[in-house]
């Protein structure tokens, strides 16, 4: 399950290599939310890699009555997936970027010298300078892509 073609013409979620299994060092995965598909996409397909999810997650419900706090753990239903991949997917439709296929875990090859919480706070950063008004994935977008350029341009 291997797709070692480069991406050509107009990128695709589709373009970004599969693997089997998770990459080893020198990629850091991607968070499952709108933040981590944005800094993905942004910094390229060329520079991702993805491979079938297949881990056992989980939900923690806690209920608090007079009784005290009680906490189970559940898996992961259907239903909850669809919710975050849906949440995902409107993020990215409003910076005006393609919904993401599910079902997979997505790593992001990192540039000499840095760590994965590095980029995030970098990118961070970026944003947090940006006016206050600024709260939409379509306006924050573009300081993304120039902070992930610098990082990837500097290297």
């Known amino acids: 399950m291997s797709n070692d073609q480069p991406a050509t013409g ?7 290599l599969t693997r089997d299994n998770p990459p080893g060092d020198g990629y850091y995965e ?3 939310n709108g933040w981590g598909a944005l800094i993905g996409w942004l910094s390229g397909v060329d520079r991702m890699v993805r491979c ?3 881990l056992p997650h989980v939900v923690t419900e806690v209920c608090t009555d007079r009784s005290g706090t009680r906490e189970r753990t559940l898996p992961r239903s259907t239903e909850d997936q669809q919710i975050i991949d849906d949440f995902i997917n409107e993020y990215l439709g ?3 970027l393609p919904s993401r296929p599910t079902g997979w875990r997505w790593f992001l ?3 000499s010298g840095y760590t994965g919480p590095q980029i995030e706070s970098l990118v961070n950063t970026g ?3 940006l006016p206050a008004d ?3 994935p379509g306006q924050f977008a573009p300081r993304i892509r120039e902070t ?5 341009g500097s290297r």
């Open 10 to 16: 107009t990128p695709a979620w589709d373009d970004v």
């Open 52 to 54: 079938p999810d297949r």
């Open 30 to 32: 991607l968070t499952e």
């Open 148 to 152: 992930l350029q610098g990082i990837y």
């Open 94 to 96: 409003d910076a005006g």
């Open 127 to 129: 944003v947090g300078r």
């Open 134 to 136: 600024h709260v939409r």
């Open 109 to 111: 090859r990192l540039p």
